[in-house]
């Protein structure tokens, strides 16, 4: 009789980087940017609506969450998928939110806001802000409806911010830290092709021009980026909201509004459950040209930029709760590590049989220097 092989359980608690793709191309890019794909499965729990995907990025383990097949998408639908991830997994550092959005160009701004489809857009405000303004508020007025600004209610991990940041420093070519990470995977496949650039001369750009009272539509012509300089970097407020955005003129009262270099449909949602870094690849303009054929390109991108953000942190050593250490007498430091869950907090076993820890642990958590005993 051919035995059969079990499939493991993995622990929910083993998991510390939550990676919010909601839309499936968004799952893929996501899925290919894994270092390694845990074999095993979740229990699904009383009232789970999800089904997740683990893997680890260096030496991390995170766990990727998307929306069901032919699921409802936007803001709503985001909150809910971001608040089971946080009462499903306790020991969750920070999120990511990755994927696709329209992105803002601005030919006539000082100097020109160059944005293009591939290019790369990361919600960074002032201070701790996400850099979201939540555009789906606001009231008729004489003038007719009138948006009032609604910025983030919650913040990106400092950490997070951090790694960004240590990013950013190499503006503009901070695309040579990630484009590795895309080399890796562009070949590989998804349901519709691969994730390959679908080429600059079709990313074309069309500005709203009044002409004796009328607006119509006209190419701008840009120049064409050296294959060194091909991806860009932007770091500036994101809108979000359930509105799907194909009216170049609203675009740019939108991008005018609240100075905004790009639109998406799930941050707002997300960050009233968890801090999330938002990074999105730019896939149309949010006008009538939009379609998707730079889906693919424009998730790998964003996907290659969040792999780097989780390199930065570097949380290979910051396991919790995956290993128990017998036999141990644990002192503590002033200042020292207490659950404030009461959860049981687990240490690597160190042969030498005396020595120091230093490390960091989730947010719920105070960073330490412990000191072990055996």
Partial sequence: MESVRAIPTLKFEDYIVVWIAPLEIEAQAACYMLDNRHPGRFTTRPGGEYIYIPGDIDGCNVVIATFP???????????????????????????????????????????????????????????????????????ETSEGFELSRRGAQAKTEKIVSSAIGNIKLLAPSEGNLFLDHYENMKHR???????????????????????????????????????????????????????????????????????LIGLEMEAAGTISSIPVGVIRGVCDYADAQKNDDWQ????????????????????????????????????????????????????FHNPVGLGFCNFSLPYDYVSSIIYLSF
């Fill in 296 to 347: 693919p390109y424009a998730a790998a991108m964003a996907a290659a930029y969040a792999k780097e953000v989780i390199c930065r942190i570097n949380l290979h050593d910051h396991r919790v709760n995956s290993l128990v250490v017998q036999n141990l007498t644990v002192g503590v430091a002033q200042n020292a590590a207490t659950p404030r869950n009461g959860t049981q907090i687990s240490f």
């Fill in 189 to 259: 496949e998804h349901s519709n092709g691969t994730f390959q650039d679908p080429g600059q001369e079709k990313d074309e750009l069309f500005q709203i021009v009044s002409e004796d009272g009328v607006e119509t539509a006209r190419l701008v012509q840009r120049t064409r980026r050296e294959n060194a300089s091909r991806t860009k970097v932007w770091y500036g407020s994101i809108g979000s909201g359930d509105k799907l955005m194909k009216n170049a003129v609203e675009r740019d009262r939108l991008r005018d509004t609240f100075d």
């Fill in 69 to 139: 097949a032919g699921h409802d998408y936007g803001v709503g639908a985001a909150a809910a998928l971001a608040s089971q991830v946080k009462n499903t997994f306790p020991n969750i550092c920070f999120g990511l939110l990755v994927g696709i959005a329209a992105g803002l160009p601005n030919p006539s701004r000082h100097p020109p806001r160059d944005i293009r489809l591939g290019d790369v857009l990361v919600g960074l405000g002032k201070g701790e802000s996400a850099g979201l303004i939540s555009y789906g508020f606001g009231g």
